[in-house]
């Protein structure tokens, strides 16, 4: 079965900065990739996925992923985070066809300081 | 498309209430289940349904049931609440189970 870690549980950085938020995976084969974001009080709203094909993947928001099969990460990149992108971020990693359910990672906090 | 619907948004039970926690989705998705999140636990998998007429242990299902006579619907039920069971839930959906899921905004219970 697949794995995933979100090595880092909080993260703070400064309006305008610009962020990368980790994670990890484990599966022997190339998985589905996933990315979400919850906004306080609300559900999860999906920011992008990969599936196959580029490896760099762009989503909503402003937001883009990149997937490092040698590395087993698939990183969150924001150039320069608002305000409004504090949230917390959950990485998913499902299986090619569908086959397994998605397992989430734990999740990271991100506070931006104005 | 109004996605995946849940209600009551927040509930307040006192222990050893039984209570119904509603999802719908109009999508047609095959796939929907049930989450429970709780601070620092992450999502945890209750119980879940490939299609009408199937479903299946999660995670924690212990103290919940579930049933899925059609397609667009998925009801929780707790049996008897507990405090244990205070939590914000979500419900979701997708095309299949590997796929990308889509989830309602949520239930927040509390139990006294």
């Known amino acids: 079965a697949q794995s995933v870690t979100q090595p880092d549980i909080h993260i703070t950085v400064s309006e305008g900065a610009s962020l990368e938020l980790r994670c990890n995976y484990s599966?022997?084969?190339?998985?589905?990739l996933f990315w979400y974001v919850q906004s306080p009080g609300q559900g999860l709203q999906l920011l992008l996925k990969?599936?196959?094909?580029?490896?760099l993947v762009q989503g909503i928001k402003g937001f883009e992923a990149e997937f490092k099969r040698s590395q087993s990460s698939f990183n969150l990149r924001k150039p320069s985070v608002h305000w409004s992108d504090a949230a917390e971020y959950f990485c998913?990693?499902?299986?090619?066809?569908?086959?397994?359910?998605?397992?989430f990672g734990k999740g990271t906090k991100l506070t931006v300081n104005p | 498309n109004a996605g995946v619907t849940q209600t009551p948004k927040f509930q307040v039970l006192k222990t050893g209430q039984s209570m119904t926690l509603q999802c719908a989705q109009d999508?047609?998705?095959?796939?929907m289940s049930w989450y429970r999140q709780d601070p620092g636990m992450g999502l945890r998998l209750i119980h879940y349904?490939?299609?009408?007429?199937?479903?299946d242990q999660g995670e924690v299902p212990n103290g919940y049931n579930v049933s899925r006579s059609t397609t667009e619907d998925f009801p929780l039920r707790l049996l008897s609440a507990a405090p244990s069971q205070t939590s914000v839930y979500f419900c979701?959906?997708?095309?299949?189970?590997?796929?990308?899921?889509?989830f309602g905004p949520g239930t927040r219970l509390t139990v006294t």
């Open positions: 979701a959906s997708s095309r299949a189970q590997g796929y990308e899921q889509y």
């Open positions: 599966y022997g084969a190339t998985p589905y």
């Open positions: 990969y599936f196959s094909g580029d490896t």
């Open positions: 998913a990693v499902g299986t090619q066809g569908g086959s397994e359910k998605l397992v």
């Open positions: 999508m047609n998705h095959e796939y």
């Open positions: 349904s490939v299609g009408a007429g199937i479903t």
